[in-house]
T-cell receptor, first 116, second 114 residues
Framework: AQKVTQAQTEISVVEKEDVTLDCVYE???????LFWYKQPPSGELVFLIR??????QNEISGRYSWNFQKSTSSFNFTITASQVVDSAVYFC?????????????FGKGTTLSVSS | DGGITQSPKYLFRKEGQNVTLSCEQN?????MYWYRQDPGQGLRLIYY???????QKGDIAEGYSVSREKKESFPLTVTSAQKNPTAFYLC?????????????FGPGTRLTVL
């Protein structure tokens, strides 16, 4: 069963708009980590953030912010004042203590297109 | 600069041929992973290795093989038994110490079967 759901397959916005990428996860573990990665057209995944299950504080890094809510099993990512360079595929991922090899479980990704 | 290199960037294969994708890291990471990415499918785990001379199958290991003879190297062979090998392949590594560490990814190899 899929454990990370990114319901938005594609999102298109115009520069300077704010955009939120949704991520819903499922786990039986009480201890886990959530991640966001960015995949630009070049293909390499770039790590953006890691959040552990005991830290529900929202985080802000420049134009990026993340909202973690255990009550709804969500870890949403907001880009404020989007720019063309934000165009990429964004992946949410889960790492569980019980997952063999501690591999990441990825959502299917959201393709963000920002036009000028 | 520390990082992960994958080669080649593009690879073309005829049906029935085995091909090997290279993955090298100089981050001194113990764990290494191979993922396959198909359009709209996200990343799926093929094989992983947590230590030299040991590796385990992931979710879609059929038709693939790996080796881990050196800490820094984790090559992936796509065999002729893989029915639909055309995809983008990503190699990753991370520190030992469990599930809290993020994985670092290489630039990927795009394999096309002709």
């Amino acid at each position: 069963a899929q454990k990370v759901t990114q319901a938005q397959t594609e999102i298109s916005v115009v520069e300077k708009e704010d955009v939120t990428l949704d991520c819903v996860y499922e786990t039986r573990d009480t201890t886990y980590y959530l991640f966001w990665y960015k995949q630009p057209p070049s293909g390499e995944l770039v790590f953006l953030i890691r959040r552990n299950s005991f830290d529900e504080q929202n985080e802000i890094s420049g134009r990026y912010s993340w909202n973690f809510q255990k009550s709804t099993s969500s870890f949403n990512f907001t880009i404020t004042a989007s720019q063309v360079v934000d165009s990429a595929v964004y992946f949410c991922a889960l790492s569980e203590a019980r997952q063999a090899g501690t591999a990441l479980i990825f959502g299917k990704g959201t393709t963000l297109s920002v036009s000028s | 600069d520390g990082g992960i290199t994958q080669s080649p960037k593009y690879l073309f294969r005829k049906e029935g041929q085995n091909v090997t994708l290279s993955c090298e890291q100089n981050l001194n990471h113990d764990a290494m992973y191979w993922y396959r990415q198909d359009p709209g499918q996200g990343l799926r785990l093929i094989y992983y290795s947590q230590i030299v001379n040991d590796f385990q199958k992931g979710d879609i290991a059929e038709g693939y093989s790996v080796s881990r003879e050196k800490k820094e190297s984790f090559p992936l062979t796509v065999t002729s038994a893989q029915k639909n090998p055309t995809a983008f392949y990503l190699c990753a590594s991370k520190e030992a110490g469990g599930f809290l560490h993020e994985q670092f990814f290489g630039p990927g190899t795009r394999l096309t079967v002709l």
